[in-house]
């Protein structure tokens, strides 16, 4: 049977982690009960740097559930991204499949049965996606909106109200381990990994205890990361205004020739605003240019697989002279 790791970051979650740690182990017995994980499954809590007494709770409860409760304890504070990662790359080893979810019982626990389910049933990568964000401030429901459409118009293919909480199977976090990149934001990797996918949908709780450790700012920094790092449509744009700038240059060109010939101007002022027109277009373009190329560049160093072979259909020979090895 397979066994299941539950990844949990954790940054300054003393209020909630015991909470926590209490409804994850119900879901663990009650899953092992079923018979649809098996019984070595457990959490791991990943302590992201806390200031306050966070792991050494963690080091309690793994105390007392020294079966169930895993730990790992990074050496500072690198972030949710970092700190998840981490997580599942430490998990991929000791576990046959992961579901990472948030430290503060937000998302509901009671659908990781029907992820489980989903994954029996085939699929490698199963997305939690909130139904309405009835919970949310107005503020943080119309901005985490707006940025789910900004990623699309940019070309990031993501799950609409999907954040991190998911199923992924072994081999679904081995690939993921291929992507080498530092600048992570996991939603927008997880669909080029191109597994079998499915969803389950559930309805988005209040933080039990403590507060987010998500303000504004992280929120604005995690939203530009998720755009830089996946698309570089940005220096096309630029590159696209610069062209329409030249091509206004040429209709400001007639304008100015008309004003010239029909005598209405100042002297100079045709040469000037022509140089001015063009000069800015050429520059917006060339500059879009060797974007471009950065752009490429950008690509390159990030050095991600170039595909993912899901399965492969061999011949019997092949399949002999694998058996005789
Ligand atoms: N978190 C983390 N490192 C950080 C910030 C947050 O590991 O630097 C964890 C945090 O403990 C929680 C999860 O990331 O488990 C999501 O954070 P939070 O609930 O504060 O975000 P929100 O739900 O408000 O967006
Ligand atoms: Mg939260």
């Not at 309690?60 to 790992?72: A, D, I, K, M, N």
């Not at 000791?94 to 503060?104: E, L």
Request: hydrophobic share 40%; charged share 25%.
């Amino acid at each position: 049977m397979d066994r299941l790791a539950i990844v949990v970051p954790c940054y300054n979650e003393e209020e909630v982690l015991k909470i926590a740690s209490e409804a994850l182990r119900g879901v663990l017995e009650d899953l092992a009960a079923k018979k649809k994980i098996d019984s070595s499954s457990f959490i791991l809590f990943v302590n992201d740097g806390s200031k306050d007494r966070t792991w050494e709770l963690i080091e309690e409860e793994h105390r007392l559930y020294p079966s169930q409760v895993c730990g790992v304890k990074l050496a500072g504070n690198v972030g949710h991204q970092f700190a998840l990662t981490a997580g599942l790359l430490t998990a991929m080893e000791r576990s046959d499949v992961t579901v990472s979810i948030d430290a503060d019982l937000q998302d509901d626990v009671s659908v990781i049965e029907e992820m489980i389910d989903k994954y029996h049933a085939g699929s490698d990568i199963v997305y939690g996606v909130r139904k309405e964000r009835k919970t949310d401030t107005f503020f943080k429901r119309t901005t985490a909106q707006a940025f789910y459409k900004l990623m699309a118009l940019m070309g990031v293919k993501t799950v609409y109200n999907h954040a991190d909480f998911r199923l992924m199977s072994r081999r679904a976090v081995e690939q993921f381990s291929q992507y080498k990149e530092t600048n992570l934001f996991l939603r927008g990797m997880m669909p080029l990994i191109g597994y079998q996918t499915d969803s389950v949908y559930y309805d988005r709780k209040e933080r039990v205890a403590g507060e987010s450790k998500y303000p504004l700012k992280k929120m604005l920094a995690l939203a530009f990361n998720g755009i830089s790092s996946f698309s570089v449509k940005p220096i096309s744009m630029i590159m696209g205004l610069g062209f329409m700038i030249i091509i206004c240059s040429i209709l400001a060109a007639i304008y100015a020739l008309i004003s010239y010939f029909t005598g209405h101007v100042v002297p100079g002022w045709t040469s000037l605003i022509l140089s001015i027109w063009f000069l800015g277009g050429l520059q917006l373009m060339a500059v879009g240019l060797v974007g471009q190329y950065i752009g490429k560049i950008y690509m390159e160093v990030k050095q991600r697989p170039r595909y993912n072979i899901e399965k492969i259909l061999e011949s019997e020979q092949e399949q002999e002279t694998k058996d005789e090895l």
